[in-house]
């Protein structure tokens, strides 16, 4: 998300600005602070910013809890299931003490837990492929709310992180790119041939674009929170970590490679344990990109520091085995990145294959291709100028540069 | 000024200036909307900074602002939007702990018998070494256990709060499932826990071969097992 759309807005601003200045008598003269609210709330509601990026986190957190349902589905009983160690009456007395709540102690009976594990992974799955994503991403929502309270003395920072997106998530239009839903859109606007136009009474239209203008926001407001929760996660994370001795002294990560339950290749572990200089070195990077982390993100460093934390959770994920705590805070990142290397990666992706000598079609209507730049796939009239909430603020659709790069 | 942009853009008036009349019936419905759409977009933008105002305060340390508005910070926060981002911070853990548990019953005679200690933790470490996706049965259930049971205790294993008593019974309830899965056949009355807590030796020490000698040794009161769940 972030600076690259920022960046942009100057130029989708004195755009729309120019049409609207037009419109006024001439002897208006705009107040900066003015102009500069009108471009906020220009940025605000006009266009769902990081679309392909809260994507990208749709499809990372519902596989992701997909696999991990999977993976635990030998442990389900004894994690989630009425004969989990953490009983159904604990659960409850808790959830009577701090409010929580979950679907899963409705009954003890098996039966329903394993109508509600099959749901679980049903609606993970489907989330994953963004079908009906909004409603699906309710449902994702209270899925892992319920399993991770139901399990909570069973979590660790990852089912944190996976319960606190899967709320933010419910806020985006996460399903607009790389989605069953979107592929819907564009067969139906294919097969409408591109005059769309219905008739609609005045107050249709304009409620229409009023709830399309509350959905941008909202999701925009949504893309915001997980920017900041990420940035507070980092933060804390390398803030925390600094007033402790072993990181200072550099020692750190010897201990974390001594811990026995976060061993999963002793072998290894140990062989990383004979380079101190190594651990110390390691160490200090770790808690510098923490507490960098929120002040690189304006600006082109954070890149090399979204690889340098791509290292380290992917060290973190095979030394210490914790691959569900580095796969959430991986896709946490993703929404950093702009739109325009998302849309950039099937190009890339489609030169690598056609180097390799295989031919793909230029365009196809699978889940993975990806809409024609320029365009938006999100329904025939929704970039309708017609339909727009105001003449001078609503998403100039075809706004070629400005609104797609 | 926004308002006064909007009005009369209805949208197929075209680039509707302010002077385009829209049609009577339509003015209520129009401005309704749009004042509904401000205070929504308004809303929105409220709640969003509110929450992130709030998250930054959960996470940072405890501050004049936080203390006096604590109660209503983790109202907000919690359960939901809980913050824990402290894996190994401030600093990891510098030892291991090892759980065993043994069981005992009253044999018809009237005697008691009791079983060899039981290394639990030994269990998990197994099911843990050469996974690529270690199950939280393995990593987290235990080890959260006894760390919760002793949050709630601290060094002394009466059970003083109605949550001490909770983390008591699933401390247990955690011991007897895996004794029972790991001896299927055995019937047992009680169970006792010990958790030996061995140290991570300092970086550059010699590394011997047998394992660091203890700083705790911890000897559980025997517990009636009860039976629960299935």
């Not at chain 1, 998300?1 to 006024?24: H, K, W, Y």
């Not at chain 1, 239009?173 to 769309?196: F, H, M, N, Q, Y």
């Not at chain 1, 390691?282 to 979204?306: D, E, M, S, W």
């Not at chain 2, 044999?107 to 996706?133: I, N």
Request: charged residues 15%; contains cysteine.
């Amino acid at each position: 998300m972030g600076n690259e759309q920022a960046r942009e807005l100057p130029a989708t601003t004195v755009a729309q600005g120019g049409s609207v200045g037009g419109a006024r008598p001439p002897g208006t003269v705009r107040r900066p602070l003015r102009a500069r609210a009108d471009a906020f709330w220009n940025v605000l509601t006009s266009r769902p910013v990081s679309l392909y990026a809260t994507s990208v986190l749709r499809i990372g957190y519902g596989s992701l809890y997909l696999v991990f349902l999977l993976r635990e589905f030998p442990h389900r009983h004894e994690i989630w299931g009425p004969g989990s160690p953490w009983t159904p009456t604990l659960a409850a007395q808790l959830f009577d003490q701090t409010g929580w709540y979950s679907v899963l102690i409705l009954s003890d009976s098996r039966a329903y837990f394993e109508l509600c594990y099959a749901l679980a992974v049903m609606t993970s799955a489907l989330f994953m492929l963004g079908w009906r994503t909004r409603a699906m991403s309710v449902l994702f929502a209270v899925v892992v709310t319920s399993f991770h309270a139901r399990a909570i003395f069973m979590t660790d920072g990852g089912d944190n992180l996976i319960l606190l997106m899967a709320l933010y998530l419910v806020l985006t239009a996460c399903g607009r790119r790389w989605s069953l839903d979107a592929r819907r859109e564009r067969i139906k606007t294919t097969r409408a041939g591109g005059v769309p136009v219905r008739a609609r009474s005045l107050v249709a239209r304009e409620l229409r674009a009023a709830r399309r203008t509350v959905v941008t926001v909202v999701h925009n407001c949504g893309v915001f929170v997980i920017a900041a929760q990420v940035c507070f996660l980092y933060g804390s994370a390398g803030l925390y970590k600094v007033q402790g001795s072993f990181w200072g002294d550099g020692t750190a990560l010897h201990y974390v490679l001594n811990l026995e339950l976060f061993q999963p290749w002793p072998t290894l572990s140990h062989a990383m344990d004979q380079y101190p200089i190594v651990i110390a070195a390691v160490g200090y990077l770790t808690v510098l990109t923490q507490v960098a982390f929120p002040f690189v993100l304006f600006g082109r460093l954070k890149y090399p520091v979204l690889v340098m934390l791509l290292s380290m959770h992917a060290g973190i994920a095979v030394l210490l085995g914790l691959p569900l705590f580095s796969g959430a805070m991986l896709i946490a990142d993703a929404v950093f990145l702009p739109d325009r290397f998302y849309a950039f990666l099937p190009h890339l992706l489609r030169r690598g294959t056609r180097r390799g000598g295989v031919r793909t079609p230029r365009q196809g209507t699978g889940l993975g291709c990806v809409p024609v730049q320029g365009g938006h796939p999100d329904g025939p009239e929704e970039y309708r100028p017609v339909s727009r909430p105001a003449s001078g603020r609503g998403g100039q659709a075809p706004s070629g540069p400005t609104g797609t790069r | 000024m926004r308002k006064r942009e909007q009005s009369g853009s209805g949208p197929l008036s075209g680039e509707g200036h302010d002077d385009a009349d829209p049609p009577a019936t339509m003015a209520i419905g129009p401005r309704v909307l749009r004042t509904g759409l401000h205070s929504a977009v308004g809303l929105c933008l409220v709640v969003a900074l509110v929450h992130v105002a709030v998250v930054f305060l959960a996470v940072a340390p405890s501050n004049s602002f936080s203390r006096r508005y604590g109660q209503q910070i983790n109202a907000w926060v919690y359960p939901l939007f809980e913050q824990n981002w402290r894996l190994f911070a401030p600093n990891p853990d510098s030892f291991n702990r090892q759980i065993l548990a043994r069981t005992a019953r009253t044999a018809p005679d009237g005697s008691m018998r009791v079983s060899p200690w039981l290394d639990l933790t030994a269990v998990d470490r197994a099911a843990v070494k050469h996974h690529v996706f270690p199950s939280h049965t393995a990593q987290n259930l235990l080890r959260r256990a006894w760390s919760s049971y002793v949050d709630t205790h601290g060094a002394d294993d009466t059970a003083r709060s109605e949550r001490a008593a909770m983390m008591q019974t699933y401390l247990s309830n955690v011991a007897v499932d895996r004794v029972t899965g790991h001896d299927k056949g055995r019937r047992f009355d009680f169970i006792q826990l010990r958790v030996v807590t061995r140290p991570v030796a300092a970086p550059g020490a010699r590394v011997v071969n047998r394992p660091p000698t203890p700083v705790e040794n911890r000897l559980l009161p025997w517990w009636k097992v009860t039976v629960h769940g299935k």
